[in-house]
């Protein structure tokens, strides 16, 4: 019997790529599962898919744009209604922009995405997983993080220089610097916070995109890249297996342990990140 049968899992970015292989996978194992979408129409065919894979698999979606916190909110607020633990929390949903765009609430979308996304759904949600406890928070980071040099907590939109690669590469930072600080903040309470790096994997990353020249590119190159299956074996591994109980705060990649960047390890950078999170997001500090 895998540690995960029967446990409740939510997992973001779930009808597209590494996300929706991630909550196959974890469905076939037993777990009960709550998907985020945006998408009605797409999150109804993933259930459908999880359906003919794990027949009998308990699923639920909270639609949700995770680009807004007002939605963040009001997903969080509609699960913890339900009133069921929260085991695994898998942060997945994720943006790459190659020209400068502003959320609904003014925040720069990839950091608002791919940064304050994990931030605010899990310090929503995580009375409720402490409270059923152990428990596990996976963030799909990546090796981008070494890409783009260190946050500038003076622009942390980026809106005074923007390049696409070097904004998506300090939001994965940020997703190191955050497990790293939760991970500090989680000690002794029977949750372990942890981050993993996918590979350059074929999704859909990219694509939302309306620039020809950049959807031409990733169909390119994507053939080179790894399949969402192997891309999504180390959140699920992360996830799900009995030697990683109590191992909190680390980077895997390939299910191996991997060292990150001395940017993704600075402690007071990681403190700094969570105070200036918060106050994006409306959160006492």
């Known amino acids: 019997?895998?540690?995960?049968?029967?446990?409740?899992?939510?997992?973001?970015?779930?009808?597209?790529?590494?996300?929706?292989?991630?909550?196959?996978?974890?469905?076939?194992?037993?777990a009960k599962l709550f998907i985020t979408a945006r998408d009605p129409a797409r999150a109804e065919a993933t259930r459908a898919e999880i359906a003919r894979v794990a027949p009998g698999a308990s699923v639920r979606v909270l639609l949700a744009d995770l680009s807004r916190q007002a939605e963040i909110r009001r997903a969080a607020a509609e699960f913890l209604a339900i009133g069921e633990p929260l085991h695994v929390l898998l942060n997945n949903a994720g943006v790459v922009q190659l020209r400068r765009s502003e959320t609904a609430d003014g925040i720069e979308t990839t950091f608002a995405v791919n940064h304050l996304g994990y931030f605010l759904l899990t310090n929503l949600l995580l009375e409720r997983i402490r409270a059923s406890a152990p428990g596990r928070i996976v963030n799909v980071a990546s090796d981008?993080?070494?890409m783009g040099g260190p946050l500038d907590f003076d622009d942390l939109g980026s809106a005074r220089r923007y390049s696409a690669m070097g904004v998506y590469?300090?939001?994965?930072?940020?997703?190191?610097?955050?497990?790293?600080?939760?991970?500090?903040?989680?000690?002794?309470?029977?949750v372990t916070v942890n981050a993993v790096h996918p590979g350059a994997v074929r999704t859909g990353l990219g694509l939302n995109n309306d620039a020809p020249i950049l959807k031409t590119l990733v169909r390119l190159v994507q053939p080179f890249f790894r399949s969402p299956e192997r891309g999504a074996r180390t959140s699920v591994w992360a996830c799900t297996a009995p030697e990683l109980e109590g191992v909190?705060?680390?980077?895997?990649?390939?299910?191996?342990?991997k060292q990150p960047s001395a940017a993704a390890t600075d402690d007071a950078a990681a403190r700094r990140l969570w105070?200036?999170?918060?106050?994006?997001?409306?959160?006492?500090?």
């Open 169 to 190: 590469g300090r939001s994965k930072l940020a997703n190191l610097l955050f497990t790293r600080e939760l991970a500090r903040r989680l000690a002794g309470s029977g």
């Open 248 to 257: 909190s705060g680390r980077y895997f990649s390939d299910c191996r342990e």
């Open 144 to 146: 981008a993080h070494r």
């Open 275 to 285: 105070d200036a999170s918060a106050k994006l997001v409306g959160l006492a500090v």
């Open 1 to 30: 019997m895998s540690w995960i049968e029967g446990k409740t899992v939510l997992v973001t970015g779930a009808t597209n790529g590494i996300g929706q292989v991630s909550a196959l996978a974890l469905a076939r194992m037993g």
